[in-house]
T-cell receptor, first 111, second 113 residues
Framework: RKEVEQDPGPFNVPEGATVAFNCTYS??????FFWYRQDCRKEPKLLMS???SGNEDGRFTAQLNRASQYISLLIRDSKLSDSATYLC????????????FGAGTQVVVTP | DAGVIQSPRHEVTEMGQEVTLRCKPI?????LFWYRQTMMRGLELLIY????????DSGMPEDRFSAKMPNASFSTLKIQPSEPRDSAVYFC???????????FGPGTRLTVT
């Protein structure tokens, strides 16, 4: 079983709609969680960190559910520019720099 | 500000040849990471350095791979000899110690024929 699992999608979303997807992690000792965004043939870029209490950044909301070992990302009022692959990233804390990346969830926003 | 710089951006080589990938981290960052991305396996951490010292190389596939960081502004990832299964995009990323945010370079697309 992979340490970090994501639904690969694609999630086809009409412009203006809301889309949400999850990422599950297997190591209950995981301590830090992030969402990165990767455009086609580009490098990943940090979208947001995920805090225990949940956090919001504009149209993006991230949540953490430690009991069920998943994090989620919700995008409201989707824009065409939100089309990308969203990578879930987990750090289990035993090695500071050892980040586990999920395979990514593809989101396609259509006009 | 200059981001992470990687060279070459594309490399095509024949099986058995030595390949050297280069990375210049963002000035002031003291952590450096090498990743490999393929369709099959996604993004995998190969090795990371902190203050030029290799901290965890457990992701390095085998002895054919080696990485060095001789100073704070330069790192190399070497594959010798290269094999077709090494074909992938290799990313270098840097960050500040204590911060989890990583800044990725544009990647080197390696094709081994």
């Amino acid at each position: 079983r992979k340490e970090v699992e994501q639904d690969p999608g694609p999630f086809n979303v009409p412009e203006g709609a809301t889309v949400a997807f999850n990422c599950t992690y297997s190591n209950s000792a995981s301590q830090s969680f992030f969402w990165y965004r990767q455009d086609c043939r580009k490098e990943p870029k940090l979208l947001m960190s995920v805090y225990s209490s949940g956090n919001e950044d504009g149209r993006f909301t991230a949540q953490l559910n430690r009991a069920s070992q998943y994090i989620s990302l919700l995008i409201r009022d989707s824009k065409l520019s939100d089309s990308a692959t969203y990578l879930c990233v987990v750090n289990n804390g035993d090695s500071w720099g050892k980040f586990q990346f999920g395979a990514g969830t593809q989101v396609v926003v259509t006009p | 500000d200059a981001g992470v710089i990687q060279s070459p951006r594309h490399e095509v080589t024949e099986m058995g040849q030595e390949v050297t990938l280069r990375c210049k981290p963002i000035s002031g960052h003291n952590s450096l990471f090498w990743y490999r991305q393929t369709m099959m396996r996604g993004l995998e951490l190969l090795i990371y350095f902190n203050n030029n010292v290799p901290i965890d190389d457990s992701g390095m596939p085998e002895d054919r791979f080696s990485a060095k960081m001789p100073n704070a502004s330069f790192s190399t990832l070497k594959i010798q000899p290269s094999e077709p299964r090494d074909s992938a995009v290799y990313f270098c990323a840097s960050g500040r110690g204590g911060s989890y945010e990583q800044y990725f370079g544009p990647g080197t697309r390696l094709t081994v024929t």
